[in-house]
C-alpha cells in the first residue's frame, strides 16, 4: 500500500564553513519535495561539532537558503513543534535514548583506550583484513567493566550489530542490501556523552518524524547504520532518496580544485537567485523524456518535480552554462528593476544622464551574464571562466576601456585605420546623428572605398568600445553619441 504519511523533509547541515552548491542542490531538491506534496521543509543544524562549528557559519547557512528563497517551515529561527532544531541542545534526549539500548542489551560498553584501537587496525591491516572493531568489549561482564573504571577508562557505547543484512530500496538507487557482518559494531556515544553522527541522525529523523530523508550520494555508506539504529528502537524507517554527485567539467566530484562551490559566491558574481534555482534544479533530475525547456518559473518547478524523475548519473556543474542561464534571467527583468540590480556595479561612473543611462544598460544587458559584468571589460571572461561574451558597458561612460588585442591585431591595419579617418570626417559632417544616418555614411563609405562594410564595421566597433561583438553598430554610435564617437575615432586617440 502507498505511504500515506505527511510528506516531511529536511536539510540538516553542519556549521562548519561556506555553503556548497552541492548542498545547496540537496535543500533545493528537499525544498520542491515538499512544496510539490504539500510537506513540510525541515531545517536542522547539526552542530555537534563543538570544535569546527561557530555562529558565524550557522549564519552562512541562514543567508545562503534565505538567498536561494528555500525557506524553511521549521527550524531554529522559525520554531516548530519537533524542536530543539539544533543537535547541540537534543544532547538530553540522545542520552536518554542511548540509556535505553544499553538497558536493553542492544547497545554496550567498550573500554578501549585510543592506543589499542590503532593497535587493532594495525593488526588487521598486517592480516590484510578490512579495519573494523573486532568485538572484543561485546560481553563484558559487570567485574570487568568496574575494572574499567577504576582505571579511570571512559567508555564509548557501541551498538551490537545483530547477524543478517540490512536492506532498503532507494528511491535513485533501487533495492540496496548490506550484509551486517560487513558492519562493525559502531559507537552510537561518546566517551564524553555526545552522540556520534549516525546516531543522531537516526533519533532525529524519526522525533522529528521525517517521511523522506533526501541527501546526496556521500550518505549512502551511513544509511545501514541509521537503519541498525531504527531497528535497535523498532521504528519505522523513512523512504530514502540519495542523490548523485556534482561533477566538476573534469566530470571528478566537485570540488574547489575544479570550479566553484560557495554559493554564495555566485550572489557577488551577479548570479540571480531565480537562475540558479533553476540551474540547480536541473542537475540530476530530469523534467521528462525529450523535454527541451529549460528556463522553469519556481512554480512550474514545483509542480514537475518528483524524485522518481532523479537520474543516477552524476551531474555536471557547468559554469558556462550556468552563465547562459543568467544571461536569460537578466533580459527577462523588468527594464526599471534590472537599472536598480546593475546601478551598485557603476556607481564609480557619472550617471547623471539618466535618460543615456538607461539607454546604455539596455543595449548591453543583451549580452550580461552576471550583474557586475556591466562595468568590466575583457577580464569578464576570465571572471566566469567562460569565452567572449561581448560583455560589460564600461566604455558607455569612460573613454578608457580595454583593447580586445587579438581584435586589434586584426582589424587595425594601417589600411582599416585609413579607411575610419574617412569616415570619421563623413560622420562629422552628418546633420543628423542617429542610427539610419550613421549606416547610410558607413555604407557610403564603403561604396567609395570599394571594400565591404565589414572593413568599416569592425576596426569602428573596436576603437570606440575595444569589443568585437556588441549590439548593432549604428545603434551602438547613436547611443554613445555624436562627441564620444568622433573623440573616439581620431586616430591620434587610438592606443
Keep these: 500500500m502507498p505511504d500515506t504519511k505527511p510528506v516531511r523533509v529536511r536539510m540538516a547541515p553542519s556549521p562548519t564553513g561556506f555553503f556548497h552548491v552541492g548542498s545547496a542542490r540537496t535543500a533545493l531538491f528537499n525544498f520542491l519535495l515538499a512544496r510539490h506534496s504539500g510537506g513540510t521543509f525541515v531545517l536542522r543544524v547539526e552542530d555537534t561539532d563543538q570544535t569546527r562549528g561557530t555562529a558565524e557559519y550557522e549564519q552562512v547557512i541562514y543567508d545562503a ?36 539500548l544499553l538497558e536493553s542489551g542492544k547497545a554496550y560498553y567498550a573500554f578501549e583506550t585510543s592506543e589499542e584501537l590503532a593497535q587493532m587496525r594495525a593488526d588487521q591491516a598486517a592480516n590484510k583484513q578490512a579495519p573494523r572493531y573486532n568485538g572484543a568489549h561485546r560481553d563484558l561482564t559487570a567485574e ?47 566517551s564524553d556523552g555526545g552522540p556520534t553522527y549516525n546516531f543522531a541522525c537516526a533519533v532525529d529523523d524519526h522525533l522529528m518524524e521525517i517521511s523522506h530523508v533526501v541527501r546526496g550520494e556521500d550518505g549512502l555508506s ?146 550580461l551574464h552576471g550583474l557586475p559584468d556591466i562595468a568590466r571589460g575583457d577580464d569578464a571572461a576570465k571572471y566566469y571562466g567562460v569565452a567572449n561574451f561581448g560583455n560589460g558597458a564600461n566604455y558607455f561612460f569612460s573613454d578608457e576601456y580595454p583593447m580586445d588585442a587579438v581584435g586589434a591585431a586584426k582589424h587595425l591595419t594601417p589600411e582599416n585605420m585609413a579607411l575610419l579617418e574617412k569616415l570619421t570626417e563623413k560622420l562629422e559632417a552628418l546633420n543628423s546623428f542617429d542610427a539610419a544616418a550613421i549606416e547610410g555614411a558607413i555604407r557610403a563609405q564603403s561604396a567609395e572605398s570599394g571594400v565591404k562594410v565589414a572593413a568599416l564595421v569592425h576596426p569602428t566597433r573596436l576603437v570606440v568600445s575595444g569589443k568585437t561583438v556588441g549590439p548593432s553598430l549604428w545603434e551602438l554610435l547613436e547611443v554613445l553619441g555624436r562627441d564620444r564617437v568622433l573623440r573616439r575615432l581620431k586616430t591620434e586617440n587610438i592606443q
Design 144 to 190: 570487568q567493566i568496574e575494572a574499567f573504571r577504576a582505571e579511570g577508562r571512559k567508555p564509548v557505547l557501541r551498538l551490537r550489530v545483530p547477524e543478517g543484512e540490512t536492506r532498503f530500496d532507494d528511491i535513485v538507487y533501487g533495492s540496496i542490501t548490506w550484509k551486517n557482518s560487513e558492519i562493525d559494531d559502531f559507537v552510537i556515544a561518546k
Design 222 to 367: 551511513n544509511t545501514p547504520r541509521q537503519l541498525l539504529v531504527y531497528q535497535a528502537f523498532g521504528w519505522a524507517a523513512p523512504i530514502f532518496a540519495h542523490l548523485p554527485f556534482l561533477l566538476g567539467p573534469d566530470r571528478k566530484k566537485l570540488s574547489k580544485r575544479n570550479g566553484s562551490v560557495n554559493l554564495l559566491d555566485f550572489g557577488t558574481r551577479g548570479v540571480l537567485p531565480d537562475a540558479m534555482f533553476n540551474f540547480l534544479s536541473l542537475l540530476g533530475w530530469n523534467p521528462g523524456k525529450g523535454e527541451t525547456q529549460e528556463i522553469f518559473t519556481r512554480q512550474e518547478l514545483v509542480e514537475r518535480f518528483t524524485l522518481e524523475a532523479v537520474n543516477k548519473a552524476g551531474a555536471i556543474f557547468d559554469e558556462e552554462r550556468l552563465a547562459w542561464m543568467n544571461a536569460q534571467y537578466l533580459k527577462a527583468l523588468p527594464m526599471e528593476e534590472f537599472l536598480n540590480l546593475v546601478r551598485p556595479s557603476l556607481e564609480q561612473y557619472d550617471l547623471s544622464d539618466e535618460a543615456y543611462a538607461h539607454k546604455a544598460v539596455e543595449m548591453t544587458r543583451e549580452r
Design 65 to 100: 537558503l534565505d538567498w536561494l528563497g528555500l525557506f524553511p517551515d521549521e527550524g531554529p529561527k522559525q520554531g516548530g513543534g519537533f524542536g530543539p532544531y539544533r543537535q547541540s541542545e537534543r544532547f538530553e534526549t540522545y542520552a536518554t535514548l542511548a540509556e535505553q
